[in-house]
Structure formats: structure tokens, C-alpha cells
């Protein structure tokens, strides 16, 4: 099993609708979640981050983080062509290492 | 401010030989890490420098190697390359050791 998760996607929406990417971890000891985007060629780059369980917002995204459930997800609201991209998850434990997932790839379509 | 900087862009090495190669952290940033991306793949953690000093290690061999400058910069040293080694080598900076991870653009490796 991966220490953490993702849909493989890839994963399509219309544009202006809500996508939703989900990603699981294995090591119950984590305490910082984060979601980085990724475009074709490029580097990562980071949209949010979540310590605590609930919803954090920020503008179109929404992060919630369920530790019983070791779940995290990343919602993007009134999605447009320029979300598209590898959406990847990364969950930390206080030794700071950063794990990745293998991304989900959104497409959203005019 | 300048953000995180590496180099090598891009670079081509014959199977055997050696790499190094160089990050510079954003500005008040005190922690670099390493990692390297396959094709489709995310991110695999290589190791992670604070302090000059490796504290963290991820399942790589003992050619992959590293160096952290009092200035906080880093280097990543690959000795006896492999055709395996051809990736995407990512450097991030982070405040501390559980902080978001602020990414260079790269240093795009090619074992011929």
C-alpha cells in the first residue's frame, strides 16, 4: 500500500463546475496536509494547506481533512480551463518529510 | 524576492558518471529538500538538509548524496549513474521543517 493515495484519474468537468479530488494516507502520525498543483512542465506549486480537521477556505478552493479517516480532499468551485492540471497531495508528519501521491490530472472543459 | 533557483536547467550524462546539482532556497527559507520525479509520477523524496545537516532520508541509495552551505543553499550529488536516474529533480525550501514546500523549477536530468 502507498503511503498516500490519490484518484488515478484523470478526471473531466465542465467548466463552472464543482471538481472534487479526494486523497487517502496511511500513517496515522500525520499533521500537515497539502494539496500542490502541477502543470504540464512545470514545477509544483502550492494552493493550500490543512492542520486541523474540517473545511478551510480559500477563494474557489476548499480543503477538508478528516483524520479519523485519514481522507483529505480539495474542492474547486466554479472550475475554469486554467485549473487543468496534475493536482497532487502531500501529507507531513512533525519530522517534516513531504510524501506525494501520484496526483490526479484535471481536465476542465470549455 | 527571489524565489527558489536551480541549476542546471536541463543536462546529459553518459551511464557511470557523476552530478551535481545546485539550489539556491527562498530568501528567509532554512530547510531544503530533495526530490525526484519520474514521468507520471509524483514526487519521491530524496532527503532534506536543516542546519547543514541531512535529517531526513528517503529510500535512495547511497550514491545520492547532498550538502547544505551555512548560506542554506544545497547541492545534490549522484554518483554512477543509471539510466534509472533520468527525472525531474525537484528542490524545495521551506521555514522549518512542516512547512508548505516552495519548489524551484528544476533541474531536468538525461542518462544516455
Known amino acids: 500500500q502507498k503511503e498516500v493515495e490519490q484518484n488515478s484519474g484523470p478526471l473531466s468537468v465542465p467548466e463552472g463546475a464543482i471538481a472534487s479530488l479526494n486523497c487517502t494516507y496511511s500513517?496515522?502520525?500525520?499533521?500537515?496536509f497539502f494539496w500542490y498543483r502541477q502543470y504540464s512542465g512545470k514545477s509544483p506549486e502550492l494552493i493550500m494547506f490543512i492542520y486541523s480537521n474540517g473545511d478551510k477556505e480559500d477563494g474557489r478552493f476548499t480543503a477538508q481533512l478528516n483524520k479519523a479517516s485519514q481522507y483529505v480532499s480539495l474542492l474547486i468551485r466554479d472550475s475554469q480551463p486554467s485549473d487543468s492540471a496534475t493536482y497532487l497531495c502531500?501529507?507531513?508528519?512533525?519530522?517534516?518529510?513531504?510524501?506525494f501521491g501520484d496526483g490526479t490530472t484535471l481536465t476542465v472543459k470549455p | 524576492d527571489a524565489g527558489v533557483t536551480q541549476s542546471p536547467t536541463h543536462l546529459i550524462k553518459t551511464r557511470g558518471q557523476q552530478v551535481t546539482l545546485r539550489c539556491s532556497p527562498k530568501s528567509g527559507h532554512d530547510t531544503v529538500s530533495w526530490y525526484q520525479q519520474a514521468l507520471g509520477q509524483g514526487p519521491q523524496f530524496i532527503f532534506q538538509?536543516?542546519?547543514?545537516?541531512?535529517?531526513q532520508r528517503g529510500n535512495f541509495p547511497d550514491r545520492f548524496s547532498g550538502h547544505q552551505y551555512p548560506n542554506y543553499s544545497s547541492e545534490l550529488n549522484v554518483n554512477a549513474l543509471l539510466l534509472g536516474d533520468s527525472a525531474l529533480y525537484l528542490c524545495a525550501s521551506s521555514l522549518g521543517r512542516d512547512s508548505p514546500l516552495h519548489f524551484g523549477n528544476g533541474t531536468r536530468l538525461t542518462v544516455t
Open positions: 502531500a501529507v507531513s508528519t512533525n519530522a517534516g518529510k513531504s510524501t
Open positions: 538538509y536543516y542546519e547543514e545537516e541531512e535529517r
Open positions: 500513517d496515522r502520525g500525520s499533521q500537515s
